[in-house]
């Protein structure tokens, strides 16, 4: 760091890196203010951050997940009609990628697999905030 003139010189440790001092601002006036040195707020182990925390707080809250297949546009009656039997066509052919929605947002398309006798969706794109509005 270059000092100016008339500063007093900065002092420097044996091992050649600056000591460390609070920072001088200078505001309104040429009158100078000492501020605390920055040190970024680690949580235990120095690896997490205090926003890394607050995240984790989040990790227990129950979110809805819904996989659409497909939508239908029914008149009244049709829906009226409707019993044991009946087939509603969708708008997706068989195959085609299905959506999953968190909490009514479209996070992912996938596809539908079954495991186990169980329905269930292998993921094969992750939606962005982007390709959201773009879809729609």
């Given at each position: 760091m270059a000092a100016s003139p008339g500063a007093a010189p900065e002092a420097v440790p044996a091992s050649g890196k600056e000591a460390t001092a609070p920072a001088r601002a200078e505001v309104g006036g040429g009158a100078a203010m000492d501020l605390p040195e920055f040190e970024p707020d680690r949580a235990a182990g120095g690896t997490a951050t205090a926003a890394?925390?607050?995240?984790?707080?989040?990790?227990?809250v129950e979110l809805n997940v819904t996989i659409e297949l497909g939508r239908a546009q029914m008149l009244i009656e049709e829906v009226l009609k409707l019993g044991e039997g009946s087939v509603v066509?969708?708008?997706k052919l068989a195959g085609?990628?299905?959506?999953v929605l968190v909490n009514d947002r479209l996070v992912a398309r996938g596809e539908?697999?079954?495991?186990?006798?169980?329905?269930?969706?292998?993921i094969s794109e992750i939606i962005t905030p982007d390709l959201e509005h773009a879809a729609n």
């Open positions: 890394t925390a607050a995240i984790d707080l989040l990790n227990d066509e969708l708008d085609d990628p299905v959506d539908v697999l079954v495991l186990n006798d169980n329905f269930c969706v292998r």
